[in-house]
Nanobody
């Protein structure tokens, strides 16, 4: 069974930086893609960045140029580097692995989330 655990959240001031990490355990061979999502109070969870097996990346418009998603070679770790943070980046950041399911289909595995708070 695959589990993912986030770390690295915290409180920073506007303009600061944070590096989030996500560690996956279990059978994570050949994930389809990995992503970071976030949810601000009162808002729906939104996709922040995604990285596909093979290295292609996607960023939501609001973080382009400020965020970098990456993985290790084994794809058991996913990182999100966020720079020039803004108060609107505040929220709980969730790591997600999308993996093929034995016998067909896919599974989305979510972590518990890590809080990021950006103060003005």
């Amino acid at each position: 069974q695959v589990q993912v655990v986030e770390s690295g959240g915290g409180a920073v001031q506007t303009g600061g930086s944070l590096s989030l990490s996500c560690a996956a355990s279990g059978n994570v061979a050949e994930p389809i893609h990995m992503a970071w999502h976030r949810q601000a109070p009162g808002n729906q969870r939104e996709l922040v960045a995604r990285i596909f097996s093979g290295g292609a990346t996607y960023y939501t418009e609001s973080v382009k140029g400020r965020a970098t998603i990456s993985t290790n070679d084994a794809e058991t770790m996913v990182y999100l580097q966020m720079n020039r943070l803004k108060p609107e980046d505040t929220g709980v950041y969730y790591c997600q692995y999308t993996i093929p399911r034995a016998g067909g289909g896919i599974d989305h595995i979510w972590g518990q989330g890590t809080q990021v708070t950006v103060s003005a």
